[in-house]
């Protein structure tokens, strides 16, 4: 089976910035697009970012230019730098990936555990 494992959540200062990691292990052919959600209370869980095996990346509009979506395919691990951190970033953060199990079949979807940020103002 496959496991993403995040780290990197916590609590920081309204205008501090953290990073995010999220790796995938298993029995993994190859690794498609990764990316990251989050889910405030009360909220629907909502896209963050995502990046394809070839680094096209895609953001969601009250992220753009504050946080940055990146992945190193050797290690099947994608990052999301935070910065200019805001109280309303404040949300579980999930990892996603499509995997290939093998070259015949399509790609299943993985969901990491969840990481808590809390951004205090």
């Known amino acids: 089976q496959v496991q993403l494992v995040e780290s990197g959540g916590g609590l920081v200062q309204a205008g501090g910035s953290l990073r995010l990691s999220c790796a995938a292990s298993g029995s993994i052919f190859s690794v498609d697009t990764m990316g990251w959600y989050r889910q405030a209370p009360g909220k629907q869980r909502e896209l963050v970012a995502t990046i394809t095996s070839s680094s096209n990346t895609n953001y969601e509009d009250s992220v753009k230019g504050r946080f940055t979506i990146s992945r190193d395919n050797a290690k099947n691990t994608v990052y999301l730098q935070m910065n200019s951190l805001k109280a309303e970033d404040t949300a579980v953060y999930y990892c996603?990936?499509?995997?290939?199990?093998?070259?015949?079949?399509?790609?299943?979807?993985?969901w990491g555990q969840g990481t808590q940020v809390t951004v205090s103002s």
């Open positions: 996603n990936a499509d995997v290939f199990l093998d070259r015949f079949n399509p790609p299943r979807d993985y």
